[in-house]
């Protein structure tokens, strides 16, 4: 299935006209050399952010290199990449892939990843890379995760295992945007649990969770500490796109 998905998308990339997801104007590439290059000389990597969870911070914060809450508050997840801001010009081209269901957006989206992260993402020691799951009535609404579909698309070094079938999501009615910081821990809670076969594979193992959104950080957070509770001895975001704390 993989390779007849790699020879579609080759004939697609020197066949078919596409647009940047970015900007929309055509061109061959799906993510445009202009704005990878406004993602390398503005995106979220070339500000101070927390080493912890990743948010902008302010100037009082840059010493210690850790945003205030992390500092009083410190999550179970021990470090957080992000590729750029939420609101950047990677937004639109997100909504459309996850809301839209135009599933090729995927592929300009982990381009864009890998060509401003990979010099960091191949490096990162890790034994597991899971994407944030989606519960089964969720994942049959949307037809996808597209936390996965970024994630097995990204570059990683070899020896790491990517899957969507380690960690699990029960169903939820309630939409988590929106809420409060308190809310939203609340509602998070008892959400993930690891499927029993694979709780062996996780004992003193580092895992990478991927995903495309990083708000509170409360459903990070979660996971993070079902993970170590099975286990896991780090627990390390990858995230598309990180949200600016409010003003």
């Known amino acids: 299935m993989r390779f007849l998905e790699k020879i579609f998308q080759s004939l697609s990339h ?11 104007h055509f061109q061959k590439l799906t993510v445009c050399n202009k704005c990878l ?4 000389t503005d995106g979220l990597l ?3 952010c927390c080493i912890q969870c990743g948010i902008a911070l302010r100037a009082y914060e840059i010493p210690r290199k850790l945003c205030t809450q992390c500092i009083n508050l410190p999550p179970s997840f021990d470090h957080t990449l992000c590729l750029d801001r939420y609101d950047g010009i990677l937004q639109e081209g997100l909504h459309q892939f996850k809301y839209q269901k135009r599933i090729a957006f995927a592929d300009g989206l982990s381009r864009a990843w890998n060509h401003v992260l990979a010099s960091q993402s191949m490096h990162i020691s890790a034994d ?3 994407p ?28 790491i295992q990517k899957s969507p079938y380690i960690l699990k999501r029960h169903h939820y009615s309630s ?10 821990k609340t509602s998070i809670q008892g959400m993930f649990y690891i499927d029993p076969v694979h709780i062996e594979l996780l004992k003193g193992k580092s895992v990478i969770v991927f995903d495309d959104v990083m708000t509170s950080g409360a459903t990070l957070n979660e996971i993070a ?3 170590k509770d099975n286990g896991a001895s780090r627990v390390i975001n990858w995230v598309l796109l990180r949200t600016s704390r409010p003003a």
């Open 14 to 24: 020197q066949v078919l006209p596409t647009a940047c997801i970015a900007c929309g």
């Open 37 to 40: 290059s406004s993602l390398q």
């Open 46 to 48: 070339n500000y101070e």
């Open 128 to 130: 597991y890379l899971l």
């Open 132 to 159: 944030v799951p989606l519960s089964i009535q969720k994942l049959a609404a949307r037809g996808f995760n597209q936390s996965w579909e970024l994630a097995r698309r990204i570059y990683c070094a070899s020896y």
């Open 175 to 184: 939409h988590q945007a929106g809420g409060t910081l308190v809310n939203r």
């Open 225 to 227: 500490r079902i993970l």
